[in-house]
């Protein structure tokens, strides 16, 4: 049983709508061990380890569901119980999750096993843990010819191993109800490192938080808090209740200030906490002087204050309220006149609820100094046995990071005492405060009763209110959600995103363009880079989830246009849970026979997952029957159909109804792009206007306008704004590389696109046949080597018979073919057509064969460019002289350098020097010495 590969999907994907973990598993010679050969032993062994699998439903859907589908009929195979086995280990280890699915791949043996996770890293240990549990389960016989059995494996050792690097990786109890809060408030929310930083909201409306520190917790409050010395100054200027305090960073002045405040004092570091270092009501100098030192672990500087009596109370302080109150108890256990102490504290650390640090509601108590220290003032040790009944504390202070407990006292704080807590949190600046007061007792004014403040907490911790050990649990996380996105204020930015095989890059910056335009700042994701209004900030192929995610983090982003593509999709799904319009374009064959896709009803199935996480609108091709049967699919409140057919029954019928859509009405001055709402009729902007479509012979330049405009009508985006950016929107290199840039700056022209499918080439070789040309039309014909034989061949196909001359050449990547292999089949397909062998040309170098055609090029000549390498393509097509044996480029030093130059050192080559190339295919440096 090993693993072939594995996946994390970070979003919908094929699988599911939330994130899930796929591997696929090779089970070898196990395919022939069903769980009912396997036997009852295998099955009472597996859910003895692990218990929880008898409440799994597997397809029966209730309790025990799973153990039926071991032991009854034939079984099932361990694929599927691998997938069981890794989600219960992490229900062992606290992550509360339930889908899982296994399917059959169609090669023998193999299987896709899916599962849902909440931390990826968590997630891929659970699968691999499964597979070696699995292996150390199973008989003997079953094991024979089976790789990468464990020879020795201890099940407890490895489950508690698994379970703390759960612990290290999950978030804190406080973040975890601030997450809890956001998603049943619906805002969204990324965490942004391995620790307890996530950001809620997208883009421009984000906030962060770090623990219980928020985006709007002031610096200098954090700073202030932290210095307990100033805290205690700032609140005694207040009149604020506040114990007598010394800063000292020796032992006699330590003393010193004991005896100057009266015994008996409090010893703690100047800017520790969780109750670090904190040593209470100590009676004379010798203890102070251990305290002392003990403080000075955690703190150079260190308080002396005034011990005061009374209880520890916790009053949470949000946004200037007060949202929760704790009384504190610290860590204690409770005689029963038979156990010794050390005996007790085991007891009380057997509670399920304890843990280690944060990890559960509660933490265990230790015996360490605090309490070796309470112990002898007691003349205890731990093997003495306490009488039935007497408490003995063991810690000094009620933190719960040190063993406490907590008991819920919100409903009974007194006026007076929440006033109090009200103007500490504000006098240090602190939208979100724990102030720990001492007193008696809480429901009586501290005027009365009296009481001492003696800190004032940033960052304060929520798990005792939300878990308290006696009384009502608070919810405290909501208010800081409520603080942090008041009524009025969104959480998320409009996020657009753009599928489909042919025409996603252009759409998306036609999209980007009129958002822009009308007054957004953008943050678009194309097969180029990320750009960020309108500037590049990362280069390369970014439509997976990365730069989705890399947008919805940029807090200067209003709106997201997301260019969203196969391969990411197959790789990791989508980077965000849903958008507010999705459309898809078309579906054709491309990137078939790639990932486990073989046919168009595949491909349209992956594509569907971006319809599917529509809210608002789905846009779909009602010209295209694949996509539209995506509407049955689609849970967006309204569906956009995307027609050029003005006699379309089913988009008619639809807007009769009253639903959307957007065609091409014919007039009298060409084609009319309308739209239609509610029954509403809206007229918006002649095609021939669009300077994309070149007057309206580019058709598939014009579908494109037709979605980006629908999908910015459907964004909220005005009509005239709508107009004003189609209008502007032209097909230059530096608008829209590589889509159909047209160059009219020598005695030809030239044409430079980025088409790579048959159905791309068919829509430009439409534009060709329309565009008036005296002379002759060239074509550079290329396809990805990684696509099938038969896709190849049909591009070919499409080509042939609308030029008068074609030059066969490959991609500079080869993806796996002969340096001439794919020429080659596009010559033969091209032949086959009844293109004669004079009118074609075989030049796999794609850079020699933009040369070639250019120095074909004559008067009045439509040279149309197939591009891959295309800002080299088009810096050959600008700076070619017509009227030179050679052909000039000048590049980048990235570009230069990843041209073959065996007898020039990269590190000689300039940047911007002119590279030349003579007619016989020889690079000239002019500039270079040698």
Not at 429 to 450: C, R
Not at 465 to 482: C, F, I, K, M, Q
Not at 870 to 899: C, G, H, K, M, Y
Request: hydrophobic share 40%; aromatic share 6%; proline share 5%.
């Amino acid at each position: 049983m090993r693993f072939v590969e594995r996946s994390v999907y970070v979003g919908p994907s094929l699988y599911a709508s939330f994130p899930v973990i796929r591997f696929r598993v090779d089970l070898g010679p196990l395919e022939e061990w069903p769980s009912v050969r396997l036997g009852k032993d295998f099955t009472d062994r597996l859910v003895e380890t692990l218990p929880g699998l008898k409440e799994h439903g597997c397809s029966y859907g209730v309790p025990g569901g799973f153990i039926r589908r071991l032991e009854e009929d034939e079984g099932t195979w361990l694929g599927h119980i691998l997938e069981h086995v890794a989600i219960e280990l992490q229900n062992e280890a606290g992550e509360d999750v339930t889908f899982g699915k296994t399917r059959g791949t169609g090669t023998h043996g193999e299987y896709d096993v899916v599962f849902e996770y909440h931390d990826d890293k968590v997630g891929l240990a659970a699968g691999r843990l499964a597979r070696t549990l699995l292996l150390s389960l199973l008989p003997e016989a079953a094991l024979e010819g089976v790789d990468g059995v464990p020879e020795e494996f201890d099940w407890e050792s490895e489950r508690d191993s698994f379970i703390r690097f759960v612990q290290r990786n999950a978030f804190g109890p406080s973040t975890a109800a601030l997450v809890k809060a956001a998603v049943e408030r619906d805002v969204p929310w990324l965490r942004l490192n391995d620790y307890s930083m996530v950001q809620f909201g997208h883009g421009c409306w984000q906030e962060r938080i770090q623990a219980t520190v928020t985006s709007k917790t002031p610096h200098i409050a954090v700073e202030i808090a932290s210095d307990k010395e100033e805290t205690n100054r700032i609140l005694a200027d207040l009149g604020l209740p506040v114990p007598e305090q010394h800063l000292v960073y020796g032992t006699e002045d330590a003393v010193r200030a004991a005896e100057r405040v009266g015994y008996p004092v409090v010893v703690k570091p100047f800017n520790a906490n969780h109750g670090r270092g904190v040593s209470l009501d100590l009676q004379d100098a010798e203890h102070v002087e251990l305290a002392f030192r003990k403080a000075q672990e955690h703190s150079r500087g260190v308080l002396v204050e005034k011990f005061a009596t009374g209880f520890d109370h916790r009053i949470l302080v949000v946004d200037g309220e007060v949202i929760a109150v704790s009384k504190r108890v610290p860590g204690h256990v409770v005689g029963d006149g038979a156990s010794t102490i050390e005996r007790l504290v085991e007891k009380v650390n057997e509670d399920p609820r304890r843990g280690i640090g944060h990890e559960k509601v509660l933490t265990r108590i230790e015996l360490d100094y605090q309490a070796t220290r309470l112990l002898e003032l007691k003349d205890y040790t731990s093997e003495t046995v306490p009488a039935e009944g007497e408490v003995v504390y063991l810690r000094s202070t009620g933190n719960l990071s040190t063993g406490g407990t907590s008991v819920d006292l919100t409903d009974v704080i007194h006026p007076d005492n929440a006033g109090m807590a009200r103007r500490s949190a504000k006098a240090i600046g602190l939208d979100v405060a724990g102030v720990d007061f001492i007193t008696e007792d809480i429901t009586k004014s501290y005027k009365d009763a009296g009481g001492i403040i003696c800190e004032v907490n940033a960052a304060p911790g929520f798990r005792m209110h939300t878990n308290p050990s006696e009384g009502t649990p608070r919810d405290v996380a909501g208010p800081v959600l409520d603080m942090l996105f008041p009524p009025g204020k969104p959480a998320r930015i409009p996020i657009l995103a753009v599928t489909g095989t042919n025409g996603k890059t252009t759409t998306s910056r036609m999209l980007a363009h009129i958002y822009k335009l009308s007054g957004k700042r953008v943050g678009l994701a194309t097969t180029e880079g990320v750009y960020i209004d309108g500037q590049l900030s990362v280069a390369g192929d970014m439509t997976g989830p990365k730069a989705a995610r890399m947008i919805l983090r940029d807090p200067s982003v209003e709106v997201a246009v997301l260019e969203t593509a196969r391969g990411g999709l197959l790789r990791s799904g989508m980077g965000y849970r849903r958008s507010d319009v999705s459309a898809c374009l078309n579906v054709r064959e491309d990137h078939l026979g790639l990932k486990g896709i073989d046919t168009l009803e595949q491909l349209a199935e992956v594509k569907r997952i971006v319809i599917e996480a529509a809210k608002d609108t789905a846009v779909l091709n009602a010209d295209d029957p694949l996509c539209l049967k995506m509407s049955g699919h689609v849970s967006a409140e309204h569906i956009l159909y995307v027609t050029t057919n003005p006699t379309h029954d089913l988009v008619r019928e639809h807007v009769r109804a009253g639903g959307r859509a957007i065609g091409l009405e014919d007039g009298i001055n060409g084609h009319m792009i309308t739209l239609y709402d509610k029954g509403a009729h809206m007229p918006l902007l002649w095609t021939h206007l669009i300077p994309a479509t070149l007057e309206g012979r580019a058709l598939h330049n014009v579908q494109n306008a037709m979605f980006a405009a629908a999908m910015a009508y459907c964004g909220g985006v005005k009509l005239e704004d709508i107009r004003h950016g189609l209008k502007t929107f032209d097909t230059t290199f530096f608008q829209a590389p590589g889509r159909m840039n047209v160059f009219d700056g020598h005695p030809f022209r030239v044409i430079l696109d980025y088409a790579h499918n048959a159905h791309a080439v068919e829509a430009m070789c439409s534009v060709v046949d329309q565009l008036p040309v005296p002379g002759r039309r060239i074509v550079v014909l290329a396809a990805p080597g990684d696509r099938r034989d038969e896709d190849i061949e049909q591009l070919a196909k499409t080509a042939a018979g609308h030029f008068d001359h074609y030059i066969c050449r490959r991609d500079d990547t080869l993806r796996g073919r002969g340096d001439s292999e794919v020429p080659e089949m596009l010559r033969d397909a091209l032949l086959g057509e009844g293109v004669p062998e004079d009118d074609i040309q075989m030049i796999p170098s794609e850079a020699e064969a933009v040369s070639a055609a250019l120095r074909m090029g004559q008067s009045d000549d439509l040279i149309l460019m197939f591009g891959d390498a295309l800002t080299r393509t088009w810096n050959q097509i600008t700076q070619f002289r017509p009227d030179s044996d050679e052909s000039v480029v000048e590049l980048p030093l990235d570009e230069v350098v990843a041209i073959e130059l065996p007898d020039l050192p990269s590190d000689e080559v300039k940047l911007g020097a002119k590279i030349m190339r003579d007619e016989r295919g020889v690079f000239l440096a002019p500039e270079l010495e040698d």
